[in-house]
T-cell receptor, first 114, second 112 residues
Framework: GAVVSQHPSWVICKSGTSVKIECRSLDFQATTMFWYRQFPKQSLMLMATSNEGSKATYEQGVEKDKFLINHASLTLSTLTVTSAHPEDSSFYIC??????????FGPGTRLTVL | GEDVEQSLFLSVREGDSSVINCTYTDSSSTYLYWYKQEPGAGLQLLTYIFSNMDMKQDQRLTVLLNKKDKHLSLRIADTQTGDSAIYFCAESVEGGSYIPTFGRGTSLIVHP
């Protein structure tokens, strides 16, 4: 299957700082990318859907000013957690797909905010 | 209740069959999926089934769908220690742009 990478795989930051997570589709052009958040022993919660070149669509309850999503190219989307707080600590997973094809998931980024 | 429900844990002995069950609420579900997540990793699509199918088999994996009861199961034959992971059931509908809605995941533990 296609490969989706995320960078960094884990990050620890101080409260109040901003953290950027990158998601790349390595061998296909991703017209749509998705960002999920996963709490321990919980399901994946869809945060937002982004189409290349347009603004992201956020799910209800997700603050767009806190979780900035940029999908500037067909192979890269970034999620920036602004002014991070300990409650933002979580496992963030991105996925990507081309058209209506299968979604391919990245390996996830573990964010810990101290 | 949640849209997709599954039990949280399953423990089996190596070599036995594992059956992971899932129920969903949306009768307009078009696709139903099983994903596998190994520790610290993203999700890997194992298999999926169209809503107009009853069964799908792929090597050691058998998916059964009871559309009337909105019940989906995944059977893993000859379970190995490498099958230990979290298994997520998910469903998607055409009107929802085929974006999967996930259950909480079932932790499968395979012991010798």
């Amino acid at each position: 299957g296609a490969v989706v990478s995320q960078h960094p795989s884990w990050v620890i930051c101080k409260s109040g700082t901003s953290v950027k997570i990158e998601c790349r589709s390595l061998d296909f052009q991703a017209t749509t990318m998705f960002w999920y958040r996963q709490f321990p022993k919980q399901s994946l919660m869809l945060m937002a859907t982004s189409n290349e070149g347009s603004k992201a669509t956020y799910e209800q309850g997700v603050e767009k000013d806190k979780f900035l999503i940029n999908h500037a190219s067909l192979t890269l989307s970034t999620l920036t957690v602004t002014s991070a707080h300990p409650e933002d600590s979580s496992f963030y997973i991105c996925s990507a797909r081309s058209g209506w094809n299968e979604q391919f998931f990245g390996p996830g980024t573990r964010l810990t905010v101290l | 209740g949640e849209d997709v429900e599954q039990s949280l844990f399953l423990s089996v002995r190596e070599g036995d069959s594992s059956v992971i069950n899932c129920t969903y609420t949306d009768s307009s579900s078009t696709y139903l999926y099983w994903y596998k997540q190994e520790p610290g990793a993203g999700l890997q699509l194992l298999t999926y089934i169209f809503s107009n199918m009853d069964m799908k088999q792929d090597q050691r994996l058998t998916v059964l769908l009871n559309k009337k009861d909105k019940h989906l199961s995944l059977r893993i034959a000859d379970t190995q220690t490498g099958d230990s992971a979290i298994y997520f059931c998910a469903e998607s509908v055409e009107g929802g742009s085929y974006i999967p809605t996930f259950g909480r995941g079932t932790s499968l533990i395979v012991h010798p």
